[in-house]
């Protein structure tokens, strides 16, 4: 069973606008972080925003928030004011930290981001 | 720039040919990944160190991958008998062992091609 679901392969949104990328994980592990990153076209990936799975309060960085519904098991990446900058490849991933690894992180598929005028 | 490094950022070889890649961690850094990621995928693990130790590898780590971190500082990849299903962007990643969220910086990447 894939760990890690984006549904969305692609997404277009106008600038200044808000969007939504979808992500649902699957695991057993009380004890997980998610993580979202942004990959550009350059290739690598940068590190936008962490949700532990204790945290009682959603996390927000900047234009970046992270919608945590836990009994849901949704993560879902908010990106308020949209920029020409925001197009790009976004990964949801997940650390399980009882599992034995820890130390790696699960990837979805990634969801492409096209912003327009 | 105090990022992660990796070298070189394209590599184009023959079937059958022995490629490596290096990776230079965040100097503080302790642990250190590697992954593989094909086109229209998300990165995948392959193996990871903790200082000097390699603690954990992949499945898809076969018998022709190598990796090691002497010293506990720069790592390198290495594929021997390149195949071309090897053909991926080689990413390297590091993180500290202290922070809470364990949030790990990637490198810019290796492609590699193998024709």
């Known amino acids: 069973a894939q760990k890690i679901t984006q549904t969305q392969p692609g997404m277009f949104v106008q600038e200044k606008e808000a969007v939504t990328l979808d992500c649902t994980y699957d695991t057993s592990d009380p004890s997980y972080g998610l993580f979202w990153y942004k990959q550009p076209s350059s290739g690598e990936m940068i590190f936008l925003i962490y949700q532990g799975s204790y945290d009682q309060q959603n996390a927000t960085e900047g234009r970046y928030s992270l919608n945590f519904q836990k009994a849901r098991k949704s993560a879902n990446l908010v990106i308020s004011a949209s920029q020409l900058g925001d197009s790009a490849m976004y990964f949801c991933?997940?650390?399980?930290?009882?599992?034995?690894?820890?130390?790696?992180?699960?990837f979805g598929t990634g969801t492409r981001l096209q912003v327009t005028l | 720039d105090t990022g992660v490094s990796q070298d070189p950022r394209h590599k184009i070889t023959k079937r059958g040919q022995n490629v490596t890649f290096r990776c230079d961690p965040i100097?503080?850094?302790?642990?250190l990944y590697w992954y593989r990621q094909t086109l229209g995928q998300g990165p995948e693990f392959l193996t990871y160190?903790?200082?000097?130790?390699?603690?954990?590898k992949s499945r898809l780590l076969s018998d022709r991958f190598s990796a090691e971190r002497p010293k506990g500082s720069f790592s390198t990849l290495e594929i021997q008998r390149t195949e071309q299903g090897d053909s991926a962007m080689y990413l390297c990643?590091?993180?500290?062992?202290?922070?809470?969220?364990?949030?790990?910086?990637f490198g810019p990447g290796t492609r590699l091609t193998v024709t």
């Open positions: 991933a997940m650390r399980e930290v009882n599992t034995g690894t820890a130390s790696k992180l699960t």
């Open positions: 160190f903790q200082n000097e130790a390699q603690l954990e």
């Open positions: 100097s503080e850094h302790n642990r």
């Open positions: 990643a590091s993180s500290l062992l202290s922070e809470i969220s364990y949030e790990q910086y």
